[in-house]
């Protein structure tokens, strides 16, 4: 009876431990913050895919043929993941910033790709420069790799353009 309890709380505190939220996800903006956000410089969209292209894609390739060629997730999954934790545009760029700018495992929202992947590595980019990034992410329809919208329904059981 001992091993089937401590088998239970094992499986409990495992599964609260692989899915529990980030230790940020109840940040609020101060009021210097959301200006200084709202003033990010809006990339154009050959701007920011030329951006992406030299500073994202070797990691999260839309282009990959298979999900098992992937060495990070699609940023059009990571982009859904912020979307459903940070509701307003200020908070998924403030968000999405600090963590690329900073990546921890205690503020990962994605705890199975960083299972996976590793953590991603810290970026040499500014953070200016990630801001302008995240900012055009949030606003631009992102390229997804051709199985992408199949693995989502499979691992969310929802169909992609219902999210």
Not at 47 to 57: A, D, R
Not at 111 to 121: E, T
Request: with cysteine; glycine share 4%.
């Amino acid at each position: 009876m001992k091993k089937i309890i401590l088998l239970l709380t094992s499986s409990i505190l495992l599964f609260l431990s692989c899915n529990g939220k980030p230790e940020n996800t109840s940040k609020v903006l101060g009021t210097e913050e959301i200006p200084e956000i709202q003033s990010i410089n809006t990339l154009h969209k050959s701007e920011g895919l030329s951006l992406l292209k030299n500073n994202c894609f070797s990691c999260h390739n839309p282009n990959s043929e298979s999900h098992d060629n992937m060495i990070a997730p699609p940023l059009a999954g990571i982009k859904h993941k912020y979307k459903q934790l940070y509701k307003t545009e200020e908070l998924f760029i403030a968000q999405m910033s600090d963590f690329v700018n900073n990546p921890t495992k205690e503020n990962a929202i994605m705890k199975g790709p960083v299972k996976r992947f590793g953590l991603m590595p810290k970026t040499p980019l500014k953070k200016s420069e990630i801001q302008e990034i995240v900012k055009f992410i949030y606003k631009t329809e992102l390229p997804k790799p051709k199985w992408f919208k199949e693995h989502f329904e499979e691992k969310h059981n929802i169909e992609w353009e219902k999210r």
